[in-house]
């Protein structure tokens, strides 16, 4: 057997032209979407997503407003920076690239954003209506995997989703997500302290690896026939490559393949949708303006 390949590039691609044409008719209706994305220090993987981010926001018509900051700014300063973002009427979205330098408080710079101006949706205030099934900014990568298991038709109701990995952006959001009313999954959250993986990983029949481990989800650890969706993106040496580097994801891919039905790649897979959700919900945030 040989797995589809989930193509979350053109996934991503008719979302953001989804996105471009609701940003031309807000345009239309004086209102120019704006997001502000702050980049602290120049973490190579972090760099990468912001200049995404940026041919992102050309590409829907959105403006944007990228600020780059040395590695030593205070924490002070950034707060400041997010106070003042809050305040800008001509701002819709605030990101704050993560991870930040070690000698600022991560949390303490995403409480003090706007909740209605949270389009990464990591704010308390967006993450407990999440939990409650209110109206939020949903986090994006979650949110981006379960646009790729609607489009690609891979049913979650009544389904048993396995989740390696309990981050706050992707595992424990996605957890929440996943056994919410509108997905019916049954969900299992493994992590670091789980006994077994591999005999918990093969009763998936949806399997999400968010660890940040090149290759650790090997393809005996995957029910014959599960989808597979793979949120890691892992730089590894390669000298046959321009950069040195090439990037692969949590899963072992071409023996996964063989085991799966479905599958996402690394690049090309969920990472395209994180940016795409983004958009989605930048436009949003301007639209609400309106409201
Ligand atoms: N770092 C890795 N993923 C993300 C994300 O989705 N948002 C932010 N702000 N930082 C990240």
């Known amino acids: 057997m040989s797995a589809t390949i989930i193509d979350g590039y053109s996934i991503a691609a008719s979302v953001r032209s989804r996105v471009a044409e609701g940003v031309s008719r807000?345009?239309?209706?004086?209102?120019?979407?704006?997001?502000?994305?702050?980049?602290?220090?120049?973490?190579p993987a972090s760099v990468s997503y912001v200049s995404g981010k940026e041919r992102a926001l050309r590409?829907?018509?959105?403006?944007?407003?990228?600020?780059?900051?040395?590695?030593?700014?205070?924490?002070?300063?950034?707060?400041?920076?997010?106070?003042?973002?809050?305040?800008?009427?001509?701002?819709?979205?605030?990101l704050v690239q993560l991870p930040l330098p070690k000698h600022i408080n991560e949390q303490a710079v995403i409480m003090a954003?706007?909740?209605?101006?949270?389009?990464?949706?990591?704010?308390?205030v967006n993450l407990g209506n999440m939990l409650i099934e209110r109206e939020c900014f949903l986090p994006c990568t979650p949110h981006g995997v379960?646009?790729?298991?609607?489009?690609?038709?891979i049913t979650t109701a009544g389904a048993h989703a396995v989740i390696v990995g309990r981050s706050n952006i992707v595992g424990k959001p996605l957890s929440v997500l996943l056994a919410r009313r509108d997905c019916n999954a049954t969900v299992t959250v493994c992590h670091?302290?789980?006994?077994?993986?591999?005999?918990?990983?093969?009763?998936?029949?949806?399997?999400?690896?968010?660890?940040g481990s090149?290759?650790?989800?090997?393809?005996d650890m995957i029910k014959p026939g599960a989808?597979?969706?793979?949120?890691?993106?892992?730089?590894?040496?390669?000298?046959?490559?321009?950069?040195g580097y090439r990037l692969v994801g949590d899963v072992d891919f071409a023996p996964a393949c063989e085991v799966a039905s479905a599958i996402t790649p690394v690049p090309r897979g969920v990472g395209p949708m994180t940016i795409a959700m983004l958009m989605e919900n930048t436009l949003e945030a301007a639209l609400r303006t309106l409201r």
């Open 227 to 243: 989808a597979v969706i793979d949120v890691g993106v892992n730089r590894v040496a390669d000298d046959t490559a321009k950069n």
């Open 214 to 219: 090149p290759r650790m989800i090997s393809a």
């Open 146 to 153: 379960l646009v790729l298991l609607r489009e690609t038709g």
């Open 59 to 94: 590409e829907v018509g959105m403006k944007d407003r990228t600020i780059r900051l040395p590695a030593d700014t205070g924490e002070k300063e950034l707060l400041e920076l997010v106070d003042s973002l809050n305040h800008d009427p001509d701002v819709h979205g605030i």
């Open 26 to 43: 807000l345009t239309g209706k004086g209102v120019h979407p704006c997001l502000a994305v702050v980049l602290v220090g120049d973490n």
């Open 113 to 124: 954003i706007d909740p209605s101006k949270d389009v990464d949706g990591f704010h308390p």
């Open 192 to 211: 670091t302290k789980t006994r077994d993986l591999a005999a918990i990983t093969r009763q998936a029949d949806i399997l999400i690896a968010a660890v």
